[in-house]
């Protein structure tokens, strides 16, 4: 299980290297370009790698919470959603054969 651990720690790391260069600056320099590029299909791979045993990454924004698989982080009055909804992601969660490996962390409507 450290291996799967190591794993999904790897996925997060790439998944926040692609979320911190904005699409302009991809835009107007090639060799920026040329590395997210890399960086996106390793993490591509690597995602096929988990497919291929069964593990499966949620990203749950709009679900409801359900404590099996989510982990609240906060809680925020949004009177134009149902209470119990999930408004954020903070990090991903994994399942593995359909058992909760570690839970997304998530923000969640409170009731207002």
Do not use: C, W
Not at 36 to 64: A, C, D, M, W
Not at 74 to 79: I, L
């Amino acid at each position: 299980s450290s291996g799967i651990n190591a794993e999904y720690g790897v996925s997060d790391v790439l998944e926040k290297a692609l979320e911190s260069v904005p699409e302009e600056d991809r835009n107007s320099n090639q060799t920026l370009a040329n590395l997210y590029e890399g960086v996106s299909l390793t993490q591509s791979q690597l995602h096929q790698v988990f497919k291929r045993h069964n593990l499966v990454k949620i990203t749950p924004l709009n679900e409801v919470f359900d404590p099996v698989y989510h982990e609240a982080m906060f809680q925020v009055p949004d009177p134009s959603k149902t209470p119990g909804t999930i408004m954020n992601v903070v990090q991903s969660g994994y399942v593995l054969h359909s058992r909760s490996i570690r839970p997304a962390k998530v923000g969640v409507v409170k009731e207002t």
